[in-house]
């Protein structure tokens, strides 16, 4: 039992540290602001 990469789709890579005790939604937050990207979207 493994992973499908081929299914996967687009993956983002950052280096750095993350606080993974925040929330879902202050996570989603940085995502918006420091890389301008939709946390929601497919890629």
Do not use: H
């Amino acid at each position: 039992m493994g992973i499908n990469l081929s299914e996967l789709g687009p993956v983002y890579i950052v280096c750095g540290k993350t606080d993974l005790r925040k929330g879902i939604d202050s996570l989603a937050y940085l995502i918006q602001s420091q890389f301008d990207l939709d946390p929601f979207s497919k890629s």
